[in-house]
């Protein structure tokens, strides 16, 4: 026997997080790259503006501690106000650095033209933009500008497919068989208000006993 229609198609969701960081040379051009970011499919989680202290930036950059860069990159990165983010989307981190293009914003001009650092870079150092380099790295430095910040990964795959179907999908698909019936002239509209309305996790206020 045929296995009955399902009433949608269920959802698989494979998101990933990378910090992303607008560094202090490049701040007057945060509006093009914050619409580059989002024109390249990225969903922007978290966002603040922040001035960093030399102490802040040497952890940042702890790795790098003992390079011949390591105190002219402190107070670079501590120079001015900087943007850091979290950003979200299928295999964000190596998509981003994919997007950065080379350390060195010279050779990004040469090799990368239309990488972001080719295009607001201006040497090796000052080279506008930041991307964690992995998962674990991703984890810490969304955790350092972040610390309230969710830790535990997104749900993707199967995680997010039973979460969806276990707490979501029962009370949705009422709601769609209603609003098939109702046909509304605005069904978004109609389906918020069901959902209020019809929310089983609302909290039951008791009336009041007169
Ligand atoms: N040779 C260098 N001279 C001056 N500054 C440098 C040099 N190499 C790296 N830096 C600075 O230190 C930062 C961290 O270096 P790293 O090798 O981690 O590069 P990256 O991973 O491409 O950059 P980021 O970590 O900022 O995304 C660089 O982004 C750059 O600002």
Redesign the pocket.
């Known amino acids: 026997m045929e296995a009955p229609a399902t009433f949608m198609e269920q959802p698989a969701i494979f998101v990933e997080r990378t910090l992303a960081?607008i560094?202090p040379d490049a701040i007057d051009q945060s509006a093009a790259i914050l619409r580059f970011i989002e024109d390249h499919g990225f969903a922007i989680l978290q966002q603040r503006r922040l001035h960093m202290t030399p102490e802040q930036c040497s952890d940042f950059?702890a790795?790098?501690y003992g390079?011949?860069?390591f105190p002219?990159?402190v107070s670079?990165?501590s120079s001015g106000p900087i943007i850091a983010m979290v950003l979200a989307k299928e295999n964000s981190i190596l998509e981003w650095?994919d997007l950065?293009g080379?350390?060195?914003s010279h050779r990004a001009r040469e090799t990368h033209p239309e990488s972001l650092r080719a295009i607001y870079g201006t040497?090796?150092?000052?080279?506008a933009?930041?991307?964690?380099?992995s998962q674990k790295g991703a984890e810490r430095e969304i955790r350092f500008f972040f610390p309230d910040a969710v830790v535990e990964p997104i749900s993707s795959g199967d995680q997010a497919t039973d979460y969806l179907v276990k707490n979501v999908m029962p009370v949705l698909t009422n709601g769609f068989v209603e609003l098939c019936k109702v046909k509304p002239e605005d069904p978004l509209t109609w389906i918020a208000d069901w959902l209020m309305a019809n929310n089983p996790n609302k909290p039951q206020v008791q009336e009041p006993v007169a």
Request: glycine share 4%.
């Open positions: 960081i560094k950059y790795e790098h390079k011949m860069f002219s990159l670079f990165m650095r950065l080379p350390t060195s040497d090796d150092q000052r080279n933009v930041h991307g964690s380099d």
